[in-house]
Every structure is written in C-alpha cells, then in structure tokens.
C-alpha cells in the first residue's frame, strides 16, 4: 500500500538554526512528490515538485532534494515567518495525492 | 490570477441538515480534486472531476456525498444528513490537465462543524 510518512512531527528551531525535514514514501512507481506549506486556517500552499532522483528545487531558505525512498526539505537559516506546517504528498501511477501528516515548524525569534 | 476559490470559508450545520461546499477552480484549470482533512491527520483524497464528469469518487462515502463539476458554475460537494464525524475541513484543488505528476493548487478551505 502507497504510504508516506513525515518526521519529526514537530520541530523548534531558533531563528537561524538551519534544520531537515524527512518524508519517507513507499509507493509503486512515482511519479511525482510535491511539498506544501500549510498555515493554520489556510490551504495548503505549493512549494515544490520533483519529480526524480537526484532531483533539487530551491526558493529563497527552502531546498527540496529526493532520493529514491525518501525526500529532505533543508531549511537554512530560518525566520520566524517560516512558521508553518509542511506537507509532503506523493502521486504513484494516478492522479491521487497521497499526503503524509506534517511536520510542524515553529521558528523562535 | 485568482487562484482557486471555495465557500463557504466557514459552515455550521445541526445534524441531519444538508452541507454544500463550493469550488471554483483556477482560471485555466478544468481538473477539480476534493480533499478532506481530520484534525492531527494528512489530507485524504476524496473525489476527482472534469466538466460534467465523475472521473473517480473512490474516496468519497458512498452514502449521503454526492460531487459535481457542471459545465456552468463552480464544484459542488454536498454532504446530506450531516452527522459529527462530518466535521472537517474540506479543500478543493485544480490543474490545468490530466497529468498523473500535474501539481494541484489548493484553495483555502470549507471547514465544517456539525452540531
């Protein structure tokens, strides 16, 4: 069965303090993974699609990177106002998005 | 660029009532994906549209949802005889076609409480 998983489920970090977020999937044939930020009461905006291993995307302090298990998303020197929950989804064969949990990052000024 | 647009943002419904949620896709966009998220759970697939068509509903309750997508007019989720476990917020997303790794854009959300 196609499955991801995101850790840590949470993280604090203190303004600056670079970190990793995991998303781990098992799924027959990927086609594509997709990183979202989500803030509360919002939908989930789009960051990131990669689409093979080896694969990186930047855009400003964010960096998503994807192996054939697993995808990192490298925050470097984060802000406050990179507060959020970030959702990693997976497509494999259909147009289904697949989403793991969310890590929710709290950046301390 | 409008993006994609849903409404109601908020829905308070006794049980038994009817829910309907709206979705107007992005401009451009002829693919309408619904989505339901639980509190402290990811988001779950729930139904996959074209103008006038049901291309796949296998993540939607068989009984009491109903989805459309008409040729005029926005994506309608209906929800009849609303119960508790209904509670949830409910996203729309749209592309532009029918691509397994096209990316979906996400609207804001219809959360629903079911009194």
């Known amino acids: 069965e196609d499955q991801v998983t995101q850790s840590p489920e949470a993280l604090r970090l203190q303004e600056g303090e670079s970190s990793s977020l995991n998303c781990s999937y098992t799924?027959?044939?990927?086609?594509?993974l997709f990183w979202y930020r989500q803030d509360p009461g919002k939908g989930p905006e789009f960051l990131f699609t990669?689409?093979?291993a080896g694969e990186e995307k930047e855009k400003e302090r964010l960096k998503a990177t994807l192996t054939k298990k697993e995808s990192f998303l490298h925050i470097t020197a984060p802000k406050p106002e990179d507060s959020a929950t970030y959702l990693c989804a997976v497509i494999s064969g259909t147009y289904k998005y697949i989403f793991g949990t969310g890590t929710r990052l709290k950046v301390l000024a | 660029n409008a993006g994609v647009m849903q409404n109601p943002r908020h829905l308070v419904r006794r049980r038994g009532q009817e829910a309907r949620l709206r979705c107007s896709p992005m401009?451009?966009?002829?693919?309408v994906y619904w989505y339901r998220q639980l509190p402290e759970e990811g988001l779950k697939f729930m139904v996959y549209?074209?103008?006038?068509?049901?291309?796949?509903e296998s993540g939607m309750p068989k009984e009491r949802f109903s989805a459309e997508f008409p040729k005029e007019g926005p994506s309608i989720l209906r929800i009849q005889q609303v119960v508790r476990g209904d509670s949830a917020a409910y996203f729309c997303a749209s592309s532009p076609i029918e691509l397994a790794q096209e990316t979906q854009y996400f609207g804001p959300g219809t959360r629903l409480l079911v009194l």
């Open positions: 401009k451009g966009h002829s693919h």
């Open positions: 799924v027959s044939g990927l086609r594509g």
């Open positions: 549209l074209q103008k006038e068509n049901i291309i796949d």
């Open positions: 990669l689409y093979s």
